[in-house]
């Protein structure tokens, strides 16, 4: 009777080692391809052979770069792999070239596409882009600019730990994914760096943002077309444009935005806040079951902000009322001081009004005193205290 108890236990735990082994024995270290974590070395092909490898494995594989640094051009990892299981793990930094036309026209420095089960996890992406930020500065005529992370078309992603500095455009970019986990990361670039966008998610369902610090020269977070089920918890925003849907309703037909959640959100000294925007145009685009819940907000300019003639820089703008309809947005428990008089706008298309729009328990002051608020076609209810006085139809 004993040895059969014992012979129960021990089965079990045999197979417990044996398939740690198994999810252990396929590791690729960057080192044994020929990557230098010298910072001047080009380790593009080593990372490339390295990951061939491993997508090419029917286990689970991790792919190491060591502490160091790690010079890449612009690296496209491609799927389908074998395995759904795949962990490139980085104790070290990867370093973009300091020359910004080396990748500022490759659209990605680091692109995942076509993917399943790829887990990033800590390590810095160093994108150099200061010199492209200034060159667009000086009216030059200069590259668009890479995004520093970038997965497209791919599901069961998790992004841990990382750390991205001084992308030359976006930082991190999630496209046509689904079953996206971004957790514990920090961006960070200057806060006039210019479309340095923390973390834009678009065309992509079931993306979860969580325990994040975020400063960039744009939107700490933007949403665009397309986005479904998206939960933004625990994050840090300054400098920055805040976080904002949109811009929408820049193409005719154009997928909408929908169950986005926003909470426990700390902004500092921010250009914006909570903003929704869209151009100045006909569209088929829409914002619909919105929760913004839970913000604390420091010497934001324009805390609580809806905008739906929107026109950046000196575009051409045609002038036309908004297409994008806007409905069922709940601001909850929304504190904090404003650096403008005006803490709440709601510029509404006087085609499609803003309707459902809710204010529950906010309160926003100017120079210690009860902020302003001006709405344009904007429909909606309040409760609680409302501190400016609201000004829903």
Not at 37 to 63: E, H, K, M, R, Y
Request: with cysteine; charged share 15%; proline share 5%.
């Amino acid at each position: 009777m004993a040895r059969t108890s014992s012979s129960r236990v021990l089965l079990p735990l045999l197979v417990m080692v044996f398939s740690s082994y198994l999810a252990t024995a396929a590791q690729y270290n960057v080192l044994s391809y020929g990557a230098k974590p010298d910072g001047i070395t080009d380790s593009t092909n080593a990372f490339l052979a390295a990951w061939a490898q491993a997508c090419s494995s029917v286990s689970p594989s991790t792919i190491y770069a060591p502490p160091g640094r790690f010079y890449l051009r612009n690296v496209a990892f491609k799927g389908p792999c074998k395995n759904n299981a795949t962990v490139v793990r980085i104790d070290g930094t990867l370093q973009a070239p300091t020359d910004y036309r080396v990748i500022g026209s490759a659209g990605n420095w680091v692109f995942f596409q076509n993917v399943d089960g790829v887990t990033v996890s800590g390590g810095i992406l160093d994108g150099h882009g200061s010199g492209l930020w200034d060159c667009k500065q000086s009216g030059k005529n200069c590259p668009s600019g890479a995004t520093t992370l970038g997965f497209s078309n791919s599901k069961n992603i998790a992004i841990s730990r990382l750390t991205s500095l001084n992308s030359q455009m976006f930082h991190i970019v999630i496209n046509g994914c689904t079953n996206v986990r971004i957790q514990g990361v920090r961006v960070m670039a200057s806060g006039n760096s210019p479309n340095t966008d923390g973390i834009h998610v678009q065309l992509s369902s079931n993306v979860t943002i969580l325990n994040s610090k975020i400063g960039t020269g744009d939107d700490c977070v933007s949403i665009g077309a397309g986005t479904t089920n998206l939960w933004i918890e625990n994050v840090v925003c300054g400098p920055g444009h805040g976080i904002s849907i949109g811009s929408l309703g820049k193409d005719l037909n154009e997928p909408g935005v929908k169950n986005v959640t926003v909470k426990t959100i700390t902004f500092i000294g921010t250009q914006n806040g909570l903003r929704i925007k869209s151009w100045g145009r006909p569209s088929s685009g829409f914002v619909r079951n919105v929760l913004f819940q839970h913000a604390v907000m420091t010497s934001v300019q324009n805390p609580i902000v809806i905008d739906q003639n929107y026109c950046p820089g000196n575009r051409n703008c045609p002038g036309q009322a908004s297409g994008v309809e806007i409905s069922d947005v709940i601001y909850q428990d929304i504190k904090g001081t404003s650096a403008t008089q005006i803490a709440v706008k709601f510029d509404c298309s006087m085609k499609f009004p803003c309707k459902g729009i809710r204010l529950e328990d906010v309160e926003l002051t100017y120079k210690n005193q009860p902020a302003g608020a001006s709405c344009n076609n904007a429909a909606g209810t309040t409760s609680g205290v409302i501190q400016p006085d609201s000004c829903l139809a």
